[in-house]
């Protein structure tokens, strides 16, 4: 093939997919809202939303207590990047990964939404 | 592909040696991989990230029988930056530890004039800086894709990897008879200043995260002018990959910040690194170097004999074939397409009749907006 076409096909298909790429990059990846969180093995990302029923705010890291759907608890672990400001009281969503410490299953926030 | 076999293997060893073994093991495995991965790099055109670059040069070399004398210089490079940044590392300490937070603000214009540096050496300005731009938006979208874990290996395999071996097919290439040469056709001069950039310049970008041996690379050769010739740039490439591991022992050590995974694997083992340590994993780093520099060489001889009697066009195309198959694994259906794209991006330079290393802004695009924005 000569060099000009295949810069042509290169060309072409370079800003094609680009714009291809930029189209997948903007979907965002499935959350999946759980009903428990023991339901949880093998998810990805997930969501809760609920009350803070207790937390202890340390400089870089947060630890909740989240009331949610069922009268019941789940443990969040949040790393904080920045400062925020959350109190026992405030209603949040929270995104993040299921992860199992000591036997219990717990959420690593990613991301934390005040309702 | 060196730190997925590192993950995979450590959590076995582990269940039978002590952590610092396992860790003195992993060190020994990560510095001999930047020793023999040099010779896929020349022989296959399907390189690690950190030695991208050198494929076309090193292509180059093939096709004019000198893939041996490439591997060379990709080698001594790499066992003579070791050897210098393993001497340097400990006077280094309280150097590093004093610079590093007011070096990190520079981080990013370092970067920035080493692309205008790049586009300014190019005949074609405006076309360098088209390329680089689509490039650089092509690593900023692929590092934003979450359908994709790992975009590195799709995105460099295609850019540098795939795009040469199209056009080797394209050209109908073959590989001559190679020469294996007793000596290196470099100048004393040239071999120093790789080396010496190598080692500086290997050290430098180890020290921040999202910036590594290939964003080196460019910046050793910009600093030197590009007088080194692409021979001195093989084994700047060479010693680039191999100092980027040892000098992460020192953030390690200094900054506590592990900066590849093979020493995130380390940390997770031994948690935090004593000065004792340091001293073991250079006295192992050392050691395993002069084994794999030796290891390298004969095995790339062997190459050298077994590539001239394979067809090339088709080991092209099984590798082109094997490749694929490795992104479609390991980064699913989002992965290949990337690799694709990057494939069609990658061709573009060297068609347009501009350096492949514009292809960098892959990288530098996107580690230049996380510093500066």
Known sequence: ?115 | MASMFILTVSPILFAFFSPLAVAVFIIAMAITHTFLDNIPSIYLGAPEPGAALAVLPGHKMLLQGEGYEAVKLMTVGSFFGLLLSAVLIIPSIPLVKAIFPYLQQFMGWILLAVVLAIIFHEQKKIVALALFLLSGTLGVIAFNLPQIDTPLFPMLSGLFGLSTLFLSLNDKVNIPPQKIADKLSLEKKKVFTAIGLSTFCGSLVSLFPGVGAAEASVLGNELTGRRIGDKGFLMLVGGVNTVNMVVSFLTFYALDKPRNGAIVVVKELIKEITFNNLWIFLAVAVVAGCVAMVLTLYLSKKFSHYITKVNYQKLCVGIILLVGLMVLLLSGIYGFILMAVSTAVGLLPPLAGVKRSINMGSLLLPVILMFLL
């Open chain 1, 1 to 115: 093939m000569r060099e000009k076409t295949l810069l042509k096909i290169a060309l072409i298909a370079a800003i094609i997919g680009v714009i291809i790429l930029f189209i997948f990059s903007q979907q965002e990846e499935k959350k999946i809202v759980i009903k428990s969180i023991e339901e949880t093995a093998g998810q990805k990302i997930v969501k809760v939303q609920g009350k803070i029923t207790k937390i202890t705010d340390k400089e870089k890291v947060a630890f909740m207590e989240i009331l949610w759907e069922k009268p019941e608890t789940v443990e969040v672990v949040l790393f904080k990047d920045q400062n925020i400001s959350l109190r026992q009281g405030d209603y949040v969503e929270i995104e993040g990964t299921v992860e199992e410490y000591k036997g219990k299953k717990e959420i690593i926030g990613s991301k934390v939404v005040l309702k």
